[in-house]
């Protein structure tokens, strides 16, 4: 009886023990696909979110775009015909001028010319079809060559590679984030030259956009930007990922700034 006594309670034991660990087993598998469950729950929302607001952003962008054409379209048509009407009038009245009164009168209509040539160039930057028609790389060339003369600074632009297209939107999106990198050049660098390196190669499209001007804080800038959602480097982000590009801004004060975009080539 002892014996049997025994046997019950390593038998209780051992019931009780599988049991344990069944039970123990069940809770743990439990809670292992409750957060699994709940992983997958925060991962679909974040996914979510993400595709809300890169939507959002596509949509801010189209609505720009659109708004950018429509002053194109007005600085083209209207204030470009205004200056040369200025100059029409100008011409009319230089014969019936003094000498003194001349000199003027030319000055003005030089003064004139340039501002119907910055009119155009400025309207051919911001419409879409014109950049979609002669390609990235020439409306930057275009761009680089009017921030030469607005700021007077040396300009240098170097293409590397085998040149290719990217898709027309793409070259939209990287043309108008190229213009918020020359804007901040033309608005804070107060720099004497840029450059411009564009590499072409199998694996991606890579623009280095280099100047000599007084520098910054990039890490006091990306604090100010994500505090008051100031649009200068959140812009320029945000455009970046819409095309999957990587972005670098390299800046010292008083040792110019670097801006590095590379956008991986898809042709292949």
Same mark, same amino acid.
């Given at each position: 009886?002892?014996?049997?006594?025994? @046997?019950?309670?390593?038998?209780?034991?051992?019931?009780?023990?599988?049991?344990?660990?069944?039970?123990?087993? %069940?809770?743990?598998?439990?809670?292992?696909?409750?957060?699994?469950? =709940?992983?997958?729950?925060?991962?679909?929302?974040? @996914?979510?979110?993400?595709?809300?607001?890169?939507?959002?952003?596509?949509? /801010?962008? #189209?609505?720009?775009e659109q708004t950018l054409d429509h002053i194109s379209k007005e600085l083209h048509a209207n204030f470009?015909?205004?200056?040369?009407?200025?100059?029409?009038?100008?011409?009319?009245?230089?014969?019936?001028?003094?000498? #003194?009164?001349?000199?003027?009168?030319?000055?003005?209509?030089?003064l004139a010319k340039q501002l119907l040539g910055e009119l155009k160039a400025l309207s051919a930057s911001?419409?879409?079809?014109?950049?979609?028609?002669?390609?990235?790389?020439?409306?930057? @060339?275009?761009?680089?060559?009017? &921030?030469?003369? &607005?700021?007077?600074?040396?300009?240098?632009?170097?293409?590397?590679?085998?040149?290719? =297209?990217?898709?027309?939107?793409?070259?939209? %999106?990287?043309?108008? &984030?190229?213009?918020?990198?020359?804007?901040?050049?033309?608005?804070?660098?107060?720099?004497?030259?840029? $450059?411009?390196?564009?590499?072409?190669?199998?694996?991606?499209?890579?623009?280095? %956009?280099?100047?000599?001007? !007084?520098?910054?804080?990039?890490?006091?800038?990306? =604090?100010?930007?994500? #505090? /008051?959602?100031?649009?200068?480097?959140?812009?320029?982000?945000?455009?970046? =990922? $819409? !095309?999957?590009?990587? !972005?670098?801004?390299?800046?010292?004060?008083?040792?110019?700034?670097?801006?590095? !975009?590379?956008?991986?080539?898809?042709?292949?």
């Amino acid at each position: 009886m002892p014996n049997s006594g025994a @046997e019950i309670i390593s038998l209780t034991i051992a019931i009780t023990t599988i049991f344990l660990f069944i039970v123990g087993t %069940i809770a743990v598998r439990y809670i292992f696909l409750y957060q699994k469950k =709940r992983f997958r729950y925060r991962q679909e929302v974040a @996914e979510l979110h993400e595709a809300f607001n890169h939507t959002l952003l596509q949509s /801010k962008l #189209e609505i720009q775009e659109q708004t950018l054409d429509h002053i194109s379209k007005e600085l083209h048509a209207n204030f470009s015909h205004l200056v040369s009407l200025i100059n029409i009038n100008l011409a009319e009245i230089l014969p019936q001028s003094s000498s #003194e009164t001349k000199e003027n009168i030319l000055e003005t209509k030089s003064l004139a010319k340039q501002l119907l040539g910055e009119l155009k160039a400025l309207s051919a930057s911001l419409n879409t079809d014109h950049i979609m028609h002669i390609g990235f790389v020439k409306a930057l @060339e275009n761009e680089l060559v009017r &921030l030469g003369k &607005l700021k007077k600074c040396e300009i240098t632009f170097t293409k590397m590679g085998q040149e290719y =297209r990217l898709p027309a939107e793409h070259e939209i %999106i990287l043309f108008r &984030l190229c213009q918020e990198v020359l804007n901040n050049i033309i608005k804070y660098a107060r720099a004497k030259s840029v $450059l411009a390196v564009l590499n072409y190669t199998p694996e991606s499209f890579d623009l280095t %956009i280099t100047d000599d001007g !007084i520098g910054f804080d990039t890490e006091e800038a990306y =604090r100010l930007s994500a #505090e /008051k959602e100031s649009t200068g480097i959140l812009n320029i982000k945000k455009r970046a =990922r $819409l !095309i999957n590009a990587a !972005i670098a801004i390299k800046s010292q004060q008083d040792k110019g700034t670097q801006v590095t !975009i590379s956008v991986p080539n898809k042709t292949n």
